[in-house]
């Protein structure tokens, strides 16, 4: 019914550069506030960055600040992640979510729990 496809994913010498993509299904998303996450194996998924249904406001993880950068083409649907200056500890399965869930200004959902819609994930690997 309603689905998050990422894709761009793949592998990348440290220091280079990749773009991920999320595809959504259904127009419903264009309202929604749309994030990615990311798992390594034995370890928790943690936020990386999300965006507003507008893609004005952004909000990074201090990890990945000033390397990476979300943005949003509502008329496609679509939310990306550019990364650059990709280091071996991005190494991970990366996540598109979404969520409906009302916040007010500057409040930005940074959990697993509160989003609502998931991508199947898609692999990236940075080599030393």
């Known amino acids: 019914q309603v689905q998050l496809v990422e894709s761009g994913g793949g592998l990348v010498q440290a220091g280079g550069s990749l773009r991920l993509s999320c595809a959504a299904s259904a127009r419903t998303f264009s309202s929604y506030v749309r994030a990615w996450f990311r798992q390594a194996p034995g370890k928790e998924r943690d936020f990386v960055a999300a965006i507003g249904w507008s893609g004005a406001a952004t909000y990074y993880a201090d990890s990945v600040k000033g390397r990476f950068t979300i943005s949003r083409d509502n008329a496609k649907n679509t939310v990306y992640l550019q990364m650059n200056s990709l280091k071996p500890e991005d190494t991970a399965v990366y996540y598109c979510?979404?969520?409906?869930?009302?916040?007010?200004?500057?409040?930005?959902?940074?959990?697993?729990?509160?989003?609502?819609?998931w991508g199947q994930g898609t692999q990236v690997t940075v080599s030393s």
């Open positions: 979510a979404a969520t409906n869930r009302g916040g007010g200004p500057g409040t930005w959902r940074l959990s697993p729990p509160e989003y609502d819609y």
